[in-house]
């Protein structure tokens, strides 16, 4: 399961946690993605989403 935006793409990106001590370990920051019943093709399928997408308006909800 990609950790992907299905509209624009946006995906997980890598980096670095730096601590007081200045100790770097890696880490992740993710997408906050949500599963919604959107229409593509005029067909209603699930579409794992971000939520920018959503609030644009980008997205036309399956009722």
Do not use: F, Y
Not at 7 to 26: A, E
Not at 28 to 35: D, G, K, M, V, Y
Request: proline share 3%; net charge positive.
């Amino acid at each position: 399961m990609a950790k992907k935006c299905d509209l624009c793409g946006k995906g997980v990106v890598v980096g670095m946690k730096l601590s007081h001590s200045h100790i770097r370990t890696k880490r992740t920051w993710e997408p906050n993605l949500q599963r919604v019943r959107a229409l593509v093709d005029g067909k209603p399928r699930r579409i794992r989403v971000c939520t920018r997408c959503l609030r644009s308006g980008r997205v036309i909800r399956a009722v």
